[in-house]
């Protein structure tokens, strides 16, 4: 799986809009890009994924540069609520089974929103 | 939808005992499910690959003796941490691929060990 690189922490104002950078230069053409966040003491929660085309769903948006070296996740209303560790993964998507379906977590960004 | 349950969310337990973690799918089959662990401000690591009705595969460095997985039906997969030691506190989070998400996860086990 291509690696992964993001900011270690980022802060953003209640209500503003959180812009989370991921590059991925090394990813490959049948990679997707996928976003989860963490929020303390709790287990990851899937936000949203995308291969080349920008995504949004209730939650964000997914922006990929057109070369898909680099993503940004877009939090558009940010709430305090948000305050997690976010994480950019990169791997293959439609795995039929086996071990090759787990995903490998990096660092993460920690987003923390202020009031 | 696809909601991975795991239970306990906590457990306390003295050296030496074991302790057992469920981990549930709830509203979906999962013949592969994932035990992760994370240490304080760490990210997750992948433990081990819980495979219904076979054996369990375990990564490098993660004893399969002390970490016993049993995976016997398509909604359950259970993780005993045996003999546990104080280096063992940790929070361990079981997840399973679903129709939504590449993996959804549970919300985590904190195993303190006293």
């Known amino acids: 799986d291509a690696k992964t690189t993001q900011p270690t922490s980022m802060d953003c104002a209640e209500g503003r809009a959180a812009n989370l950078p991921c590059n991925h230069s090394t990813i490959s053409g049948n990679e997707y890009v996928y976003w989860y966040r963490q929020i303390h003491s709790q287990g990851p929660q899937y936000i949203i994924h995308g291969l080349k085309n920008n995504e949004t769903n209730e939650m964000a948006s997914l922006i990929i540069t057109e070369d898909r070296k680099s993503s940004t996740l877009i939090l558009p209303h940010a709430t305090l609520r948000d305050t997690a560790v976010y994480y950019c993964?990169?791997?293959?998507?439609?795995?039929?089974?086996?071990?090759?379906?787990?995903?490998?977590f990096g660092s993460g960004t920690q987003l923390t929103v202020l009031p | 939808g696809a909601v991975v349950s795991q239970h306990p969310s906590w457990v306390i337990c003295k050296s030496g005992t074991s302790v057992k973690i469920e981990c549930r799918s709830l509203d979906f089959q999962a013949t592969t499910m994932f035990w992760y662990r994370q240490f304080p401000k760490q990210s997750l690591m992948l433990m081990a690959t819980s495979n219904e009705g076979s054996k369990a595969t375990y990564e490098q460095g993660v004893e399969k003796d002390k970490f016993l997985i049993n995976h016997a039906s398509l909604t359950l997969s259970t993780l005993t941490v045996t003999s546990a030691h104080p280096e063992d506190s940790s929070f361990y989070i079981c997840s399973a691929p679903g129709p939504r998400a590449p993996l959804h996860f549970g919300n985590g086990t904190r195993l303190t060990v006293t």
């Open positions: 993964i990169v791997r293959v998507a439609h795995i039929s089974s086996g071990s090759a379906r787990q995903l490998t």
